[in-house]
T-cell receptor
Framework: IAGITQAPTSQILAAGRRMTLRCTQD?????MYWYRQDLGLGLRLIHY???????GKGEVPDGYSVSRANTDDFPLTLASAVPSQTSVYFC????????????FGAGSRLTVL | KNEVEQSPQNLTAQEGEFITINCSYS?????LHWLQQHPGGGIVSLFM???GKKKHGRLIATINIQEKHSSLHITASHPRDSAVYIC????????????FGQGTRLTINP
């Protein structure tokens, strides 16, 4: 593993199904983020975690949940997927909250039918 | 009005041209980021700056805190520079929050 690994790369999902997008990093960065990217809307923050054991809500948290049991993993769960959650999801990290560069995962393309 | 505005939204130029992409913001910031996203999706951080100017190869980023404006310049542009360039600002209240611009789609023709 080098940097951030997101899985799956792509997924088609039936509405109502539960789905977890995985994000794992090997850089020991404290802060982790989940964004969704939609055409015309740019990147929007779903949830964040400033350090292991803590999480917070971003701009568009409804329908999503996260956990941060350890430094490396930050999974994003859709409890009951809806078509409006069709998007590309990016996990990102920063060494610490504040003025540090962002590192992004390759993204997970999710289609909810 | 969006907190972060980029211009232009789309830019097409010929190889070798000098490129400027602009970013204006309306809030107090801790830092400003320039990101690059190539077709296929990967996002790479190009610069993070809170004052002055930074240079990396053919890329130059400047920021004017008083005018709340930043520019990304590309000298001697090349087709491989074709990508979407995204400006993002770190909001002072709540350092975890980044607000993103819509992006500028740059196409460099050979």
């Amino acid at each position: 593993i080098a940097g951030i690994t997101q899985a799956p790369t792509s997924q088609i999902l039936a509405a109502g199904r539960r789905m977890t997008l995985r994000c794992t990093q090997d850089m020991r960065h404290n802060a982790m983020y989940w964004y969704r990217q939609d055409l015309g809307l740019g990147l929007r923050l779903i949830h964040y975690s400033n350090t292991a054991g803590t999480t917070g809500k971003g701009e568009v948290p409804d329908g999503y949940s996260v956990s941060r049991a350890n430094t490396d993993d930050f999974p994003l769960t859709l409890a009951s997927a809806v078509p409006s959650q069709t998007s590309v999801y990016f996990c990102a990290t920063r060494q610490a909250v504040g003025a540090n560069v962002l590192t992004f995962g390759a993204g997970s393309r999710l289609t909810v039918l | 009005k969006n907190e972060v505005e980029q211009s232009p939204q789309n830019l097409t130029a010929q190889e070798g041209e000098f490129i400027t992409i602009n970013c204006s913001y309306s809030v107090g910031i801790s830092a400003l980021h320039w990101l690059q996203q190539h077709p296929g999706g990967g996002i790479v951080s190009l610069f993070m700056l809170s004052s002055g100017k930074k240079k990396h190869g053919r890329l130059i980023a400047t920021i004017n805190i008083q005018e709340k404006h930043s520019s990304l310049h590309i000298t001697a542009s090349h087709p491989r520079d074709s990508a979407v360039y995204i400006c993002a600002v770190g909001i002072i209240q709540g350092a975890q929050k980044l607000v993103f611009g819509q992006g500028t789609r740059l196409t460099i023709n050979p």
